[in-house]
């Protein structure tokens, strides 16, 4: 079956654009969660849903940094005047429920500010 | 807050050694251990996971065991093979912080013939 689909795949943007990453988690999963992998890191918690609430956004490193779920579906994460400091592999994930249920990840967007 | 410590890599073994990559946390309350694993060119899935103190997780050969009096949860493979070449994640879900995962910063493992 389809897994979590991300698009683009690699996205590059001069400093000071908008960038929006899309993210089709797995028909049915209730939860949706974004993080941020930079070079040689293990992947950070950015925010998560719980289908089309946004229930924990700790995670963003700046107002510049926004996520949406309106259908409780298909999310967008934008990131306002991009930064040199935003280059790096954002991953969405996507579980059945919460707690430990498997989160399945999507290939990521690899997302480079010149 | 919550942390995860891994050995770093990379780790070169040859086919059919012995595999240990070792992973110790700092966590606040008690959390639950994952295994991620990354294979070349695809997204990172589920090796394998424990919820609680002395359960054994295991998955494809591999096996871990939640370790709390050494906030441990290592990762061991008896015989590698060449397919097992992939950077191994080690995580946790601490439940009072809901169901976010906190990673390690992954252990690239390369197997040789």
């Known amino acids: 079956g389809a897994g979590v689909s991300q698009s683009p795949r690699y996205k590059v943007a001069k400093r000071g654009q908008d960038v929006a990453l899309r993210c089709d988690p797995i028909?049915?999963?209730?939860?949706l969660f974004w993080y941020q992998q930079a070079l040689g890191q293990g992947p950070e918690f950015l925010t998560y849903f719980q289908n089309e609430a946004q229930l924990d956004k700790s995670g963003l490193p700046s107002d510049r940094f926004f996520a949406e779920r309106p259908e409780g579906s298909v999310s967008t994460l934008k990131i306002q005047r991009t930064q040199q400091e935003d280059s790096a592999v954002y991953l969405c994930?996507?579980?059945?429920?919460?707690?430990?249920?498997?989160?399945?990840f999507g290939d990521g967007t690899r997302l480079s500010i010149l | 807050g919550d942390s995860v410590t891994q050995m770093e890599g990379p780790v070169t073994l040859s086919e059919e050694a012995f595999l240990t990559i070792n992973c110790t946390y700092t966590a606040t309350g008690y959390p639950s251990l994952f295994w991620y694993v990354q294979y070349p060119g695809e997204g990172l899935q589920l090796l394998l996971k424990a919820t609680k103190a002395d359960d054994k997780g295991s998955n494809k050969g591999f096996e871990a065991t939640y370790r709390k009096e050494t906030t441990s949860f290592h990762l061991e493979k008896g015989s590698v093979q060449v397919s097992d070449s992939a950077v191994y994640f080690c995580?946790?879900?601490?439940?009072?912080?809901?169901?976010?995962?906190?990673f390690g910063t992954g252990t690239r493992l390369a197997v040789r013939p």
């Open positions: 995580a946790l879900r601490e439940k009072s912080s809901g169901d976010k995962l906190t």
């Open positions: 994930a996507s579980s059945l429920g919460g707690g430990d249920q498997p989160q399945h």
């Open positions: 028909s049915g999963h209730v939860s």
